[in-house]
């Protein structure tokens, strides 16, 4: 297949003719002209990130900023960043991949692991990243439907792997569904399957469920986190991965030398050596999530599910769900739709926000609701 370019023509690889993507919503500037907003009245809850921007971090950076020798490269081994993920975690600095977001850890992955003729298998729905890091290696993804409640099925994952599955995509609290996943889950594809099981970990935070006290007795295990949601730090792109001395060491090969850049990296350690700030922040959202889960639950023809993480998942029984983000998305607030997911065709996910966000969410959809009756 020939692309133009401009004055070139360019060969592209042909698996990625068809390829789906990764979907995005348009930027608040955007969205905010499309509906002749301000965009300061435009709510994002789209993205599941903090609404809360960690200001004594922040302060602490621009102290710093004029000194930093932005004309050097970063430490390739980010040492000190390791140390204070390490600290934080409680595990080996040695066995531990800094990374440009969690996203670059799951290529990281996908790049070391998969490659055409081999396949990774992964409970569905779920992080739709999997499927596109791992298809663009060329290599099969492998949805299997999650059960009653979203459960992962492990009998159904195990039927589904091969003596050419290499990785086993897992998510706790699982986005977008909401729900946690049970360490007796991720204990038997561990023993039952020689892949690397990859925990995903980005809502750690939120839930206080972990795998990483599963890493010294399974070496087929490896966990990634991020500091975009809790932390408050998605515009810094700060994530990490791990597992084993060995493990670390091939994934290390196929990493970046400097996907992080100076400052992201000592924000990320300010971040880390500082997280108290994150508790009070996770405190206060749950109570949230909570107060919007009970508030929503009053209304009949919507059904919420129980939710781990910062975002709660709901299906629209008697109401339009396309239409429901429609007409909230008219009055600036942006909510996550599923076209073409057949599991989740009638649900939006809503990312908590802060307070006053919130009750201006809680108020507006009344009116969407009525705009989106199904008839
Ligand atoms: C499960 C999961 N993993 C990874 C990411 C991406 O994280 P990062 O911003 O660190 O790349 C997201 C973002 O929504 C997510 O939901």
């Known amino acids: 297949m020939t692309v133009k370019l401009g004055l070139w023509d360019v060969r592209i690889r042909e698996d990625l003719v068809a390829f789906e993507p990764y979907a995005w919503e348009p930027s608040t500037?955007?969205?905010?002209?499309?509906?002749?907003?301000?965009?300061?009245?435009?709510?994002?809850?789209?993205?599941?990130?903090?609404?809360?921007?960690?200001?004594?971090?922040?302060?602490?950076?621009?102290?710093?900023?004029?000194?930093m020798k932005v004309n050097q490269y970063p430490d390739t081994s980010y040492r000190e960043l390791r140390e204070a993920m390490a600290d934080y975690v409680k595990w080996d600095a040695n066995?531990?991949?800094?990374?440009?977001?969690a996203d670059e850890a799951i290529d990281i992955v996908s790049r070391t692991y998969l490659t055409r003729n081999r396949n990774a298998v992964s409970p569905v729905p779920t992080y739709s990243y999997f499927r596109v890091s791992t298809e663009l290696q060329g290599a099969q993804f492998r949805g299997v439907v999650r059960g009653h409640g979203f459960?992962?099925?492990?009998?159904?994952?195990l039927a589904a792997c091969d003596e050419n599955t290499s990785v086993i995509w897992l998510c706790d609290p699982n986005n977008p569904t909401g729900n946690g996943?049970?360490?007796?889950?991720?204990?038997?594809?561990?023993?039952?399957?020689?892949?690397?099981?990859?925990?995903?970990?980005?809502?750690h935070e939120f839930s206080g469920t972990t795998a990483v006290n599963l890493l010294s007795d399974h070496e087929n295990l490896c966990v990634i986190r991020t500091l975009s949601k809790a932390f408050g730090l998605a515009g810094m792109r700060i994530g990490y991965l791990v597992s084993n001395e060995e493990v670390v060491a091939e994934l290390n090969k196929a990493r970046p030398p400097n996907s992080i850049g100076?400052?992201?990296?000592?924000?990320?350690?300010?971040?880390?050596?500082?997280?108290?700030?994150?508790?009070?922040?996770?405190?206060?959202?749950?109570?949230?999530?909570e107060r919007i889960r009970s508030e929503l639950s009053k209304v009949e023809g919507l059904r919420v599910y129980p939710s781990s993480a910062n975002f709660l998942l709901i299906r629209?029984?008697?109401?339009?769900?396309?239409?429901?983000?429609?007409?909230?998305?008219?009055?600036?607030?942006?909510?996550?739709?599923?076209?073409?997911?057949?599991?989740?065709?009638?649900?939006?996910?809503?990312?908590?926000?802060?307070?006053?966000?919130?009750?201006r969410f809680l108020k507006t959809i009344g009116t969407a609701l009525t705009e989106s009756i199904r008839t």
């Open 262 to 289: 100076t400052v992201n990296a000592r924000c990320g350690e300010i971040a880390l050596r500082s997280h108290n700030y994150v508790r009070r922040d996770v405190e206060r959202l749950v109570r949230e999530r």
């Open 95 to 101: 066995c531990i991949v800094p990374t440009n977001g």
């Open 151 to 157: 459960y992962e099925d492990v009998d159904a994952i």
């Open 181 to 203: 996943l049970k360490l007796g889950t991720i204990e038997r594809l561990c023993e039952e399957t020689d892949a690397l099981i990859v925990v995903d970990e980005a809502y």
């Open 316 to 359: 629209f029984l008697s109401y339009d769900a396309r239409q429901v983000k429609r007409s909230l998305l008219r009055r600036g607030i942006v909510v996550r739709s599923f076209d073409g997911n057949p599991y989740l065709n009638d649900c939006l996910r809503v990312t908590v926000c802060s307070k006053p966000e919130n009750d």
């Open 29 to 67: 500037e955007e969205i905010a002209k499309e509906h002749g907003l301000r965009p300061e009245k435009v709510i994002r809850m789209d993205t599941n990130v903090s609404p809360y921007r960690p200001a004594a971090v922040m302060g602490r950076i621009a102290q710093e900023l004029g000194k």
